[in-house]
């Protein structure tokens, strides 16, 4: 079982910046990533990197602004937004995965085995 410490939302203006950071502890991991749930929404894929190559792929909703990045020394995955939209709020998860990939993309959250507790990140108009 991977422990995650995550961190960084909170309250801005629109076209401000945050950042996201979730710590993992406990074993290696493979892959991470971020997804979001709006309020009566499904939960949406943000963004996610593999661990080992680096691989990273966005929502296309983010893409050019924002920016997922990892520390391997850290065991830390971190999620930069930039010129952030009220469209844009939503509480933040972050998911880790400590297997291979199987039959699930890293879009899909079955992908991932473990999940961070959420963060609020909430943009004003």
């Known amino acids: 079982q991977v422990q995650l410490a995550e961190s960084g939302g909170g309250l801005v203006q629109a076209g401000d910046s945050l950042r996201l950071s979730c710590a993992a502890s406990?074993?290696?991991?493979?892959?991470a990533g971020w997804f979001r749930q709006a309020p009566g929404k499904e939960r949406d894929f943000v963004a996610a990197?593999?661990?080992?190559?680096?691989?990273?792929h966005y929502a296309d909703s983010v893409k050019g602004r924002f920016t997922i990045s990892r520390d391997n020394a850290k065991n830390t995955v971190y999620l930069q937004m930039s010129s952030l939209k009220p469209e844009d709020t939503a509480v933040y998860y972050c998911?880790?995965?400590?297997?291979?990939?199987?039959?699930?993309?890293?879009?899909?959250?079955?992908?991932?085995?473990?999940w961070g507790q959420g963060t609020q990140v909430t943009v004003s108009s």
């Open positions: 998911a880790v995965a400590t297997h291979d990939s199987g039959i699930y993309t890293l879009k899909s959250g079955n992908r991932y085995d473990s």
């Open positions: 990197v593999t661990w080992r190559g680096g691989n990273i």
């Open positions: 406990g074993r290696t991991l493979s892959a």
